[in-house]
């Protein structure tokens, strides 16, 4: 199969934006008489200088496209095409001219690389997707959840041994041979170990395709339903933002309610941003631990969380005391050490919409109260 001289440029292009390099001082080394070429060896060698490993079908696509009819390299129409990731030549004459501005995006090419396949090895993968696209299809279900229960940072990679046990967990069980082939192909960071969930799952596992909100036959009850799920969705997400706690432990219970009753680790969660094991992170790290971990909080309940369990530095929250103040609902810290402490149940119970009644209800109850006193001392 021959390479493509647009996606190796591409690469080259996200590389040099990545590390920052002047290519075209690299290859004046090489032509003392500035004449604009050098030879193929010595183009070899530029590159090999400059750290881009690429393989022989790769360079050959680059000698095709910039080899001259006197069999020199024309290098500076090469640099000029790489360098376009920075600036436009000639632009000094065009002052109007507008730059596209450097984003992460443009460094992607060269943190992703896969792995060329064979036409045989690349029809088994193509088999093993179609077997996954038809699984997530036909049982209407989301992949990315199963993959992210292993990511808690959301760095979009998991454990080549986390993959494989994910892709058993939902019935996909390809042979030895083709979960090499899919390994092989999605383990693209540039190491052993790291598989690239997210681009599995775009490629396999599709919304339209599991709601088929893009099937022109698609009836007005399936679309009703997916409406209804959305407006309850966002009503849940107002109720939250609107509430307003009465007090710091209204907010722990409700915190420690909702761990008790999905069994969330919170540490798990609030560990990784904290490197140095200080037991202190930033508040905006907090907050993303607390979402990630599916304790979603008004702004209200927040900053009280945040008053009570400031650290020492400011913009920070002692994160372990919070955690430990919400496992209570399970055990106390050093309870080992104190045998003979009686441990009461940790608070769960908020108030919550829960207001004292006005005097007038107040009197209908008296009123109610003492007809049932009476209806009971009848008997």
């Not at 383990?187 to 052993?192: L, R």
């Not at 706690?245 to 941003?273: C, M, N, Q, T, Y």
């Amino acid at each position: 199969m021959q390479a493509d001289p647009d996606d190796v440029l591409e690469r080259l292009r996200a590389m040099t934006v990545m590390k920052r390099i002047r290519i075209t001082e690299f290859f004046y080394d090489f032509d003392k008489l500035r004449k604009g070429a050098v030879t193929k060896e010595q183009f070899r060698r530029i590159l090999s200088l400059l750290g881009f490993t690429l393989t022989e079908k790769e360079y050959q696509s680059l000698e095709a496209r910039y080899l001259g009819g006197d069999g020199f390299m024309n290098y500076v129409q090469f640099c000029d095409d790489v360098d376009s990731a920075f600036t436009l030549k000639g632009i000094d004459k065009n002052p109007t001219a507008v730059v596209k501005p450097v984003e992460v995006t443009d460094t992607l090419p060269a943190r992703r690389k896969r792995v060329e396949l064979d036409e045989v090895s690349r029809q088994k993968l193509f088999d093993i997707l179609q077997m996954a696209y038809k699984l997530v299809q036909t049982q209407r279900f989301h992949m990315k959840p199963f993959f992210q229960a292993f990511d808690t940072t959301q760095s979009g990679f998991v454990s080549k041994w986390q993959f494989v046990r994910v892709l058993a967990q939902v019935g996909l069980k390809p042979t030895e041979e083709t979960m090499n082939i899919l390994l092989k192909y999605y383990m693209n960071k540039g190491n052993f170990d790291e598989v690239n969930y997210v681009d599995f799952v775009n490629d396999v596992d599709r919304p339209e395709d599991i709601y088929l909100i893009e099937e022109k036959d698609v009836s007005l009850k399936t679309v009703t339903q997916i409406l209804k799920k959305q407006e309850n969705e966002r009503n849940r997400r107002l109720q939250v933002v609107h509430r307003n706690p009465e007090g710091l432990e209204d907010v722990l219970a409700l915190i420690r309610k909702k761990v008790k009753e999905e069994r969330i680790r919170l540490s798990e969660f609030l560990k990784d941003f904290d490197k140095l094991n200080s037991g202190a992170i930033a508040t905006t790290k907090f907050r993303i631990g607390l979402n990630m971990g599916k304790i979603e909080l008004s702004n209200a309940e927040f900053d009280l969380l945040c008053e009570h369990f400031a650290a020492k530095t400011p913009g920070k929250v002692e994160w372990r005391n919070f955690v430990d103040s919400i496992e209570e609902v399970f055990t106390i810290k050093g309870l080992e050490t104190m045998p003979t402490l009686v441990v009461q149940p940790a608070k769960t119970a908020t108030k919550y919409g829960f207001f004292p009644p006005t005097e007038a209800e107040a009197a209908i109850c008296a009123r109610i109260l003492d007809k049932f006193a009476y209806s009971l001392a009848s008997f």
